[in-house]
């Protein structure tokens, strides 16, 4: 059964300065640069027929292109066991209200609530055993990292299936943001 996701891809160029913070943290899993993205709603496993209605909802989400900025970088986890670092998104009124939108769809269609607060980022690497020193060594040396703000015109649904090399993201259907 597919696990899906609801995210927004990042433009190549985004993901091509992303993928220069990789490297200096042992014991990390660095997320390719292709596979980077800024998730707006896990959705989990989910049937065919789910599936269905789940691209018919969020068919019906209405919002308008907004603009993006990535700032700093951070991590999850305890000062102890760091479990991931990501990159930062500046807070942004247009991606608040297209993640509402989302959420609201979704929970009309009978899933339940996303149970934590939005906290909009970009999984850079998942940490195993990482030492702490080094990635505080990390984030003290990244924490200034800013791209320029990109335009989002789309959000797409991915389906998510693993495999022994990690995770095979499909894109499933892209969505056109077009206004309210």
Request: glycine share 12%.
């Given at each position: 059964?597919?696990?899906?996701?609801?995210?927004?891809?990042?433009?190549?160029?985004?993901?091509?300065?992303?993928?220069?913070?990789?490297?200096?943290?042992?014991?990390e899993r660095w997320v390719?640069?292709?596979?980077?993205?800024?998730?707006?709603?896990?959705?989990?496993?989910?049937?065919?027929?789910?599936?269905?209605?789940?691209?018919?909802?969020?068919?019906?989400?209405?919002?308008?292109?907004?603009?993006?900025?990535?700032?700093?970088?951070?991590?999850?986890?305890?000062?102890?066991?760091?479990?991931?670092?990501?990159?930062?998104?500046?807070?942004?009124?247009?991606?608040?209200?297209?993640?509402?939108?989302?959420?609201?769809?979704?929970?009309?269609?009978?899933?339940?609530?996303?149970?934590?607060?939005?906290?909009?980022?970009?999984?850079?690497?998942?940490?195993?055993?990482?030492?702490?020193?080094?990635?505080?060594?990390?984030?003290?040396?990244?924490?200034?990292?800013r791209l320029p703000p990109?335009?989002?015109?789309?959000?797409?649904?991915?389906?998510?299936?693993l495999s022994r090399g990690?995770?095979?993201?499909?894109?499933?259907?892209?969505?056109?943001?077009?206004?309210?």
């Amino acid at each position: 059964m597919p696990r899906l996701f609801v995210a927004i891809p990042l433009p190549e160029d985004v993901r091509e300065r992303l993928g220069l913070l990789a490297g200096g943290v042992p014991g990390e899993r660095w997320v390719d640069s292709e596979k980077l993205h800024l998730t707006l709603r896990f959705v989990g496993e989910v049937d065919g027929g789910w599936a269905e209605d789940i691209m018919a909802a969020l068919g019906g989400v209405t919002a308008k292109p907004f603009e993006v900025a990535l700032a700093g970088v951070g991590h999850w986890g305890t000062r102890e066991r760091a479990t991931m670092i990501w990159a930062g998104v500046e807070k942004s009124p247009g991606l608040s209200h297209l993640q509402s939108k989302i959420e609201s769809a979704l929970v009309r269609l009978g899933l339940e609530p996303e149970g934590r607060k939005f906290s909009p980022h970009v999984t850079l690497a998942r940490l195993s055993g990482s030492p702490c020193a080094r990635v505080a060594k990390f984030i003290a040396d990244h924490n200034l990292f800013r791209l320029p703000p990109f335009r989002i015109e789309t959000f797409t649904l991915f389906s998510s299936f693993l495999s022994r090399g990690g995770a095979i993201y499909t894109p499933e259907v892209e969505y056109a943001l077009l206004g309210s």
